[in-house]
């Protein structure tokens, strides 16, 4: 066979589908840093980490509330790392089964809620530290970051309720 027959028999690819991916054509979207559930995404992760450092670089032991705020705050970031994860790669799209809209708006109804419960009992909690000292900055600190968190996590909710709402699939990822 000569080289010219040979490349006209070569066929490419059709372009894949989000749906329709052949493997592991696509590893990463990109798309998805780009759309409001995705930055709030971002957000709620960085936020939440520093929360949960802030209180974790303290001797809270001596504070039971902040136990519970430590939990919380590992507990949703993980779980946010593990989605942001699964919507970055697309992997919900080999997952057809799993209600994502459904889940999504549990989970981020269920953050928003234990995220207002963990900032009220952080904020009050600062008075067991004494103003001026290192806990007292860090505990205020995370204080703040958690009601960031909050508020990053009740738009989050209120998007994929929108999407949960209207049944649109171009938000599945909200």
Aim: glycine share 6%.
């Amino acid at each position: 066979m000569s080289d010219s027959t040979r490349s006209s028999r070569v066929i490419s690819p059709p372009s894949p589908e989000p749906g329709n991916l052949p493997g592991s054509a696509q590893l990463y979207d990109g798309r998805f840093t780009r759309t409001a559930p995705g930055r709030l995404t971002v957000a709620e992760i960085v936020f939440g980490l520093l929360v949960w450092m802030l209180i974790a670089g303290t001797d809270y032991s001596s504070v039971p509330a902040l136990g519970w705020v430590m939990f919380i705050a590992v507990v949703c970031w993980l779980l946010t790392v593990f989605f942001f994860i699964m919507y970055l790669t697309s992997a919900y799209y080999r997952i057809p089964l799993v209600p994502w809209r459904t889940v999504a708006l549990l989970f981020n109804g269920s953050g928003a809620v234990l995220y207002l419960v963990a900032s009220i009992l952080d904020a009050t909690s600062l008075h067991r530290a004494r103003r001026g000292q290192h806990t007292f900055h860090c505990w205020a600190a995370s204080t703040g970051f958690a009601v960031l968190v909050t508020l990053c996590y009740v738009a989050h909710a209120f998007i994929s309720f929108s999407a949960w709402k209207s049944g649109n699939h171009e938000h599945q990822q909200a």
